[in-house]
């Protein structure tokens, strides 16, 4: 059976809103902004909770993947509440293309919404690989470089204010800052400011600076990284407000910037035509748009080092840590940047580690937990812990989990051991021993 639901048009963009799931916070509010200069009416939704997920369920097979059910329970959640004129509304969801599930949201999202009674919902595919190109949302070049300015200054943010909130003399200050600023680059956004490379560079020392003024006494804590699969390790509703949680057991978190992952994308163009072959007209236009994003993710960097704050490498050094680990051609499940991700956040002072993967997808366990006994044999102190998000896996138990990575943390943060080198065959219970009978 075929299930259709109207595909957005152009026409629509005056009279309809266009609800956008919640992934990323505070990047999606600049996105949001971007969206409004461009004449779209949106709403990034917050309804949160386990009814979203039970809601999901109703309509999508547990075997589905765990973020298209969440994403489709939290539409129809907020369709179901009575909060809008179902008559002018519209859904976006976003689609990743190649291998992965995501490729098939937006059908399993059709499907959803015939079967919940909104057959008349249009629904609009934001994706840069040629999927549903009927329902694609239309997409300007000043629209395109606001939501990449907004990814930019979102990570920025994010990065200063979990690097400011761990230490704060007066709580608060942190979480002030960043609105603020977010006010201020929402107010750009919607002028046509700032949003060039050039301006964008600028802005950064600025921003930097402003977060520098807080009063900090920065004393020793368990420092905590979260990587994962794209939708769990950003999305509260996704990994059960993770970045709180971690918050709230004294720790410092390091959540590596959404632009990594826009990276990783426009990298494996140029990767695929190496490794396989193709156009290699679209692998130089890739490095040279590579090039120019890691340009201004450097100068974004610079700044933050220039007052004092942890700011990462280049996306090009990134792209050199998992050689020997994992083939740069390993693409799916978040691919050879998952693992990459992980040994930046140890090298760069984060050995604990939360990777944040849903149950069942076996990509992104191959490349995440599959990743973990090896980069523990390259770094000793890596303390790094795979937890499952699913609809039967439980809170408490998720947490108890982390807790447990938390007290070896705490225990190696007190008592401060140089760590001994590691071999996979140590890893794995020691060599093979051959007994011989007599």
């Given at each position: ?264 994308c426009i990298a494996n163009y140029g990767l695929d035509v190496e490794l396989y072959g193709g156009n290699k007209l679209m692998q130089t236009g890739a490095n040279a748009l590579l090039s120019w994003m890691d340009s201004v993710g450097v100068a974004c960097n610079e700044a933050m080092r220039h007052y004092g704050f942890y700011a990462p490498g280049s996306f090009r050094e990134l792209m050199e840590k998992p050689k020997g680990i994992i083939s740069l051609g390993a693409k799916m499940g978040e691919g050879w ?102």
């Amino acid at each position: 059976m075929e299930y259709m639901t109207p595909n957005f048009t152009r026409d629509m963009v005056k009279t309809h809103t266009i609800l956008i799931p919640n992934m990323a916070v505070t990047q999606f509010r600049l996105i949001q902004a971007a969206l409004a200069s461009e004449g779209y009416k949106t709403e990034v939704l917050g309804n949160c909770g386990s009814e979203v997920a039970q809601l999901g369920l109703k309509y999508v097979h547990n075997d589905t993947c765990y973020p298209a059910l969440l994403v489709i329970g939290q539409f129809l959640d907020a369709l179901n509440s009575g909060k809008y004129d179902l008559e002018h509304t519209a859904l976006l969801i976003t689609q990743t293309g190649g291998g992965c599930r995501a490729s098939n949201y937006i059908k399993l999202l059709r499907k959803a919404l015939v079967k919940a009674g909104y057959g008349n919902i249009p629904v609009a595919s934001l994706n840069f690989s040629g999927l549903e190109k009927g329902s694609g949302l239309p997409l300007t070049l000043p629209l395109i470089r606001k939501v990449v300015a907004g990814i930019f200054y979102g990570d920025m943010l994010c990065a200063l204010r979990s690097q400011t909130r761990a230490y704060e003399n007066h709580p608060g200050d942190a979480d002030a800052m960043t609105e603020k600023w977010i006010a201020e680059i929402q107010g750009w956004i919607k002028n046509d400011k700032n949003y060039a490379a050039h301006d964008m560079k600028k802005r950064f020392y600025d921003i930097a600076a402003d977060y520098a003024t807080i009063p900090v006494t920065r004393v020793p804590k368990v420092k905590v990284g979260v990587v994962g699969e794209i939708y769990v390790k950003y999305s509260p509703l996704g990994n059960n407000d993770l970045e709180k949680f971690l918050e709230s057991q004294d720790c410092e978190v390091n959540l590596p910037g959404l632009m990594g992952f826009v990276n990783y994308c426009i990298a494996n163009y140029g990767l695929d035509v190496e490794l396989y072959g193709g156009n290699k007209l679209m692998q130089t236009g890739a490095n040279a748009l590579l090039s120019w994003m890691d340009s201004v993710g450097v100068a974004c960097n610079e700044a933050m080092r220039h007052y004092g704050f942890y700011a990462p490498g280049s996306f090009r050094e990134l792209m050199e840590k998992p050689k020997g680990i994992i083939s740069l051609g390993a693409k799916m499940g978040e691919g050879w940047l998952l693992t990459a991700e992980m040994i930046e956040l140890v090298e760069g002072g984060y050995s604990n580690i939360v990777c944040a993967q849903p149950f069942g997808c076996l990509p992104n366990h191959i490349v995440g937990k599959g990743m973990i006994n090896k980069i523990r044999a390259l770094h000793p102190d890596a303390n790094i812990t795979p937890v499952d998000y699913d609809p039967s896996a439980t809170r408490v138990n998720q947490e108890n989990r982390i807790k447990l990575m938390l007290a070896v943390a705490r225990e190696k943060l007190q008592n401060p051991v140089p760590p001994a080198p590691l071999t996979a065959e140590d890893l794995a219970g020691g060599a093979p021993q051959i007994t011989t009978t007599v």
